[in-house]
């Protein structure tokens, strides 16, 4: 990693602190969640950064690749959960970070996944074996009375890549990979009163652009051309213009051209909390691009 793209991720790590700080004051009971994701997308753009995929907002049981959809009427109601989950990139160099709003009375539950990150940074060297961030992550989050979601994980940050190497597991595994300086991942850990484990939900709002192949249908081709600068990044139903969007959707999805992001829960009346920071590994530790 050379110097100017360390500065890219550093940037784009910046940009993102600053305007998840501003995101998380936005939750409160009673306001529109769609007012909120679509303030903060265009604060992104503002603040001279570029969205690394839609804002995700998901609530209590919904873990993960939850955010508003056209014309979204829900509003954030007391006893809320909210994981709030910003991606900024600069010229394809990402920061992913989290934050979680409690708008009940779960403070432990959010605590258990902030302490669970910072256990896993700590750790961060070069050597030192992915596996044991997991273990971190895991005896934490326990400690305190809860589960982490094992089936979620932290992930590689590459060129215009938000899931490559090194994968950062939430449980203890045996070795995993060998962390070396240079490596930008996302750490975030996920922990949950409910089984442990997330499943798929019918809620399907973000989409990304896996293989460039011809199509026929009229309203496919213009999604195509909307979505071609986004170079493979995820992005929401909700920023595709014009009529028959989800039959271009639809028919891009048979031809395993697109490729869906479902809402992740945990069982129903389960809350998960989570927590997530960017690292690029050092010498002798780590930069946390996404602290400020």
């Known amino acids: 990693m050379n110097e100017e793209i360390l500065e890219y991720y550093r940037e784009a790590g910046m940009i993102a602190s600053k305007v998840l700080t501003r995101a998380a004051g936005m939750v409160r009971t009673g306001e529109p969640v769609l007012e909120l994701v679509e303030t903060i997308e265009a604060a992104v753009s503002d603040e001279g950064g570029a969205l690394a995929f839609p804002l995700n907002i998901s609530s209590n049981e919904n ?10 009427e829900r509003l954030f109601s007391a006893g809320d959960l909210i994981k709030v989950d910003l991606g900024v990139h600069i010229e394809g160099y990402i920061a992913d970070t989290a934050v979680t709003v409690d708008l009940g009375e779960n403070g432990p539950l959010v605590e258990a996944s902030a302490a669970a990150l910072e256990r896993a940074i700590e750790l961060i060297r070069p050597g030192v074996p992915a596996g044991d961030l997991g273990a971190a992550i895991q005896e934490e989050i326990e400690g305190r009375g809860f589960r982490p979601v094992a089936n979620l994980t932290g992930h590689g940050l590459g060129h215009f890549s938000l899931h490559g190497s090194p994968t950062i597991p939430n449980i203890a595994v045996q070795g995993g990979t060998v962390l070396k300086e240079g490596m930008a991942f996302a750490i975030e850990p996920f922990a949950t009163t409910g089984s442990g484990r997330v499943s798929e939900s019918q809620r399907i709002e973000i989409f990304s652009q896996l293989a460039v192949k011809p199509v026929r249908l009229p309203a496919a081709k213009k999604l195509l051309e909307a979505v071609r600068p986004r170079s493979g990044l995820p992005f929401s139903r909700r920023w595709i213009p014009g009529t028959k969007v989800d039959l271009a959707i639809a028919t891009l999805r048979r031809a395993q051209i697109l490729h869906a992001y479902p809402v992740l829960h945990d069982i129903p009346g389960s ?17 946390v691009t996404t602290r400020r």
Do not use: K, R, Y
């Open 63 to 72: 873990a993960a690749h939850d955010t508003a959809g056209p014309g979204d």
């Open 271 to 287: 809350l998960v909390s989570q927590a997530e920071h960017t690292v690029i590994v050092t010498e002798d530790g780590c930069l």
